[in-house]
């Protein structure tokens, strides 16, 4: 069965770093599209990065510049490097995985989320 294990959350100063990790497994990973994103208390999920097969990127512009997406498709493993953290990017991130050209928040597979605090 499909599974995505989001890790490498925590707490952080503003001005940090951290880098999430998430495994899948159960599906022909290389052929999907990834993406990282991210929901705060009260507010709705939003995307942060997107990645495509081919490696392609793509940047919400809260984060552009400070962030970056990657993926190794023969570890079947997306990641997410934060710098530069602020307050406003504390919330639980989320994997999400879908058929490249589908809604990712109507048709993604879910991992279950990991937690980033910045203060």
């Known amino acids: 069965h499909v599974q995505l294990v989001e890790s490498g959350g925590g707490s952080v100063q503003a001005g940090g770093s951290l880098r999430l990790s998430c495994a899948a497994s159960g599906y022909a990973f290389g052929s999907y599209c990834m993406g990282w994103f991210r929901q705060a208390p009260g507010q709705k999920r939003e995307g942060v990065a997107s990645i495509e097969s081919d490696g392609t990127a793509k940047y919400a512009a809260s984060v552009k510049g400070r962030f970056t997406v990657s993926r190794d498709n023969a570890k079947n493993t997306l990641y997410l490097q934060m710098d530069s953290l602020k307050p406003e990017d504390t919330a639980m991130y989320y994997c999400?995985?879908?058929?490249?050209?589908?809604?990712?928040?109507?048709?993604?597979?879910w991992g279950q989320g990991t937690q980033v605090t910045v203060s």
């Open positions: 999400g995985s879908w058929r490249c050209g589908m809604n990712p928040f109507s048709d993604a597979y």
